[in-house]
C-alpha cells in the first residue's frame, strides 16, 4: 500500500515563508514526475508546480513564480515546496502528487497517478 504523508501546513502570516514536505512510503518517488497543486476554498484545484524524476526540471505556475521552489530529494524518497513571501491568496489545502505521464502535462491534475491527503495552509494578511 503505497501513501504520501504531507508535512509542514499551518497557519502563517503575510510575508513569512514555510516548507511543505511530500515523503512517499510504498513507492520509489524516483520513477515519477511529482508536482503539487493546490485547491483554495470555493475554487477548483490549480496546478502549482512540478519537477522531474531526476529534479533537473522544474515547471511553477505563473502567480508563485519568484517566491516557491519545488524540490525532491529521491535518496529520502521526499519532495518539498519551499514557500516565500506567502499571501494570503495562497490560503488553500495543498496537495502532492505523482505521475507518470508526460512531462508536457504535469500540470493537469487528471493525469496524476497518486495523490497526498492534503495539507492546509492559512495565511492571514
Known amino acids: 500500500r503505497s501513501s504520501c504523508r504531507r508535512l509542514g501546513g499551518g497557519l502563517v502570516q503575510a510575508g513569512d515563508s514555510l516548507r511543505l514536505s511530500c515523503a512517499a512510503s510504498?513507492?520509489?518517488?524516483?520513477?515519477?514526475?511529482m508536482g503539487w497543486f493546490r485547491q483554495a476554498p470555493g475554487k477548483e484545484r490549480e496546478f502549482v508546480a512540478a519537477i522531474t524524476r531526476g529534479g533537473a526540471g522544474t515547471s511553477t505556475v505563473d502567480s508563485v513564480k519568484g517566491r516557491f521552489t519545488i524540490s525532491r530529494d529521491n535518496a529520502k524518497n521526499t519532495m518539498y515546496l519551499q514557500m516565500n513571501s506567502l499571501q494570503p491568496e495562497d490560503t488553500a489545502v495543498y496537495y502532492c502528487?505523482?505521475?507518470?505521464?508526460?512531462?508536457?502535462?504535469?500540470?493537469?491534475?487528471?493525469?496524476?497517478?497518486?495523490w497526498g491527503k492534503g495539507t492546509l495552509v492559512t495565511v492571514s494578511s
Open positions: 510504498g513507492r520509489t518517488i524516483r520513477n515519477y514526475h
Open positions: 502528487a505523482a505521475s507518470n505521464t508526460a512531462w508536457s502535462t504535469m500540470d493537469r491534475d487528471y493525469a496524476m497517478d497518486y
